[in-house]
Each structure stands twice: as C-alpha cells, then as structure tokens.
C-alpha cells in the first residue's frame, strides 16, 4: 500500500513561516512535518510514499535526495569524487516526488499522481501538514478482509462455473441400462 501526500499549498497561514520554506519542511522537533507524517505511516508498514509537489517544491526534493547522507556515517574521496556510506540509519521509505504545478488544486493533484499508482491499488491519502497520530492500522485490516472476501467469492463462483465440478454438469449413469 502506498501514501500520497498532498505538499503543494502555499501555507498562506504561517507566511511567517511559509515564505521561507514549503508549509511540510516546518520543523517539529528539529524534524520536519513531513518527516513526522511519513514515520507514522511506516509504524504501520506503509513505506512507499507518493509526494505531491508545488510551492517550493524543490525543497522537498533537496530534502530527501540529502537524505541518506545526512543520515549516514560516511567517507569522502575528494579525489575521485566518490562517497562511501558505512552506516545508513535513515529509514526504509521508497520516496516519489511528482511535480504537479504550483497552482493546481486538491483533484488535479491527485490525477497527476494517476501515472504513479495502480489502479488496483488502494493507498491511503493526506495533506503535508497534517500531524496526527491516528491508528490507520484498524482501517488497513478491513480493507484486506474485505478484499479477501471478495477474492474467495470470485474463487468459489469460478469453481461453481467448472464443467465437472457443479452436478448439473455431471452426466448420470441410466442403472437400468439402455
């Protein structure tokens, strides 16, 4: 399962702080926003991250293509240009970054990430500056019981529909004799 992320408004609320930074890269904690959304998603195994971006957007990006190197012990060949990661203690997310405009809206947003995820997929859907620490384990459970459900009873209708294995398909021997 996938979470998209809404990151692209200009956070016109918070200009004091907006104007310098998009409203997800607002520090909490010494982390931003964003960081904080992802984490409790990945509580929940949910590490695969679609980003809608906008307003600064390039922000963001900078953000997460820093990340494993600030998140590292590393070394640097100066000379070759090469750099060694020792240790990486960043977490395990799959991070996609979709520029979708600076002016579209909440719709156009997500048709733009159409590309980006399956159809068949569900995935879960929030705004970048939404913290909040909600068990959407709960949900995701349904979610799977309902779909297997709907699998076993798409198996036992294919079973049903097998010449051979429904008895009105069955021919009965005359005991008699003919």
């Avoid at 609320?13 to 997800?24: A, F, G, V």
């Avoid at 390039?58 to 998140?71: C, G, P, R, T, V």
């Avoid at 977490?91 to 405009?101: A, S």
């Avoid at 399956?118 to 705004?127: A, L, N």
Wanted: proline share 4%.
């Amino acid at each position: 399962m996938k979470a998209v992320i809404l990151a692209g408004g200009r956070g016109t609320r918070i200009s004091e702080e907006s104007h310098l930074r998009p409203k997800p890269m607002i520090e909490i904690g010494g982390r931003p926003i964003l960081w904080h959304i992802m984490s409790m998603y990945g509580r929940y195994g949910v590490n695969d991250f679609v980003v809608a971006l906008g307003y600064r957007g390039e922000m963001i990006k900078q953000y997460f293509a820093d990340y494993a190197l600030h998140s590292s012990d590393i070394t640097v060949d100066t000379r070759r240009g090469d750099i060694l990661y020792h240790r990486n203690y960043a977490e395990p997310w799959r991070v996609t970054l979709v520029d979708t405009g600076q002016d579209t809206m909440t719709g156009g947003r997500l048709k733009r990430l159409a590309h980006y995820l399956r159809s068949d997929d569900c995935f879960c859907m929030t705004y970048g500056d939404g913290v909040a620490d909600v068990d959407i384990a709960e949900p995701r459970r349904e979610i799977h019981r309902k779909a297997a459900r709907r699998q076993r009873l798409y198996q036992w209708r294919l079973l049903r529909a097998q010449p051979g294995r429904d008895r009105s398909h069955r021919r009965r021997r005359n005991p008699v004799g003919a």
